[in-house]
């Protein structure tokens, strides 16, 4: 879909497409079907297993000005979400005037058999039906974006010059002019205690984890950064078991 990936390039920073897989296309439901007119099928085909697939008409330019004829010639466009256990969820959009039908489109369009016949003419359709239940877009919206991740905390760490073990850094109690320098380049330095933005399990009613920390917002994304000298300082302690418990479980850690 020309447009989807229009939007998404918009999205994501040159360079970094191909940095870690990311299924892009996981908001599509949440873009172009959620709290809009659509319909949701859903069945078990004998060769691929649960199927979902979600159906929405929709005009493919705004509608022009006028009535009469000028209304007649507005085109129309299905998009269209394939999702099955076993294969790559499909998604796209395909105009009305290109699916083969033996009628014209009605007012609400061709049947869904017509467009899903030719848009996936090797599912089962037989075993679709039409899910009437409210609660069935919220749990599609959830299936779709299971693999994403609004929020992210990755680990900072001070190295100063000769060291080389962890414990000789999670012993700093203090950063270089260049460390402080370093950590405005990767957000806004905050106070802990009221922050309302994500909180990585940081203390925000206390000042059990410190009194500061860095956190930013990069593309939709909240990230907080675990900053060992943020964190609290146990003096004569070379564990400093207060910052390894957070530094230590974050899947990213910059030194």
């Known amino acids: ?12 920073p040159a360079g970094l497409e191909d940095f870690e897989f990311v299924d892009r296309g996981a908001i599509y439901y949440r873009t172009y079907f959620y709290g809009q007119d659509h319909q949701n099928y859903t069945g078990i085909d004998e060769n691929l297993g649960p199927i979902a697939i979600s159906l929405r008409r929709e005009p493919m330019t705004q509608p022009q ?15 269209i979400i394939v999702r099955t256990s076993n294969l790559i969820v499909l998604r796209g959009s395909i105009p009305e005037d290109s699916i083969p039908a033996t009628t014209k489109p009605g ?16 599912l089962q359709l037989s075993c679709l039906r039409l899910a009437q239940t409210g609660k069935v877009p ?19 760490m001070y190295c100063k010059e000769g060291q080389s073990s962890e ?17 405005t380049m990767l957000g806004e330095k905050v106070v802990l205690k009221g922050f309302q933005g994500y909180r990585a399990q940081l ?26 000298t943020l964190l609290p300082y146990t003096p004569n302690n070379d564990q400093q078991v207060l910052r390894k418990r957070h530094i230590g479980n974050d899947i990213v850690t910059i030194v």
């Not at 414990?167 to 950590?183: K, Q, T």
């Open 107 to 122: 007012s609400r369009g061709l049947p869904a058999k017509n467009v899903l016949e030719f848009v996936a003419g090797e």
């Open 203 to 228: 203390d925000t009613k206390g000042d059990s984890t410190g009194t500061h920390s860095v956190f930013t917002t990069f593309h939709r994304l909240e990230i907080m950064f675990h900053v060992s």
């Open 65 to 79: 000005a006028g009535t009469g004829s000028n209304q007649s010639k507005e085109k129309y466009q299905y998009r």
């Open 1 to 12: 879909d020309k447009e989807a990936r229009t939007r998404e390039a918009q999205t994501i």
């Open 167 to 183: 414990d000789e850094m999670y012993g700093n109690e203090h950063g270089s002019e260049a460390f402080e320098h370093f950590l």
């Open 138 to 156: 919220e749990r599609l919206l959830s299936l779709d974006e299971e693999g994403l991740s609004s929020r992210n905390r990755i680990g900072v």
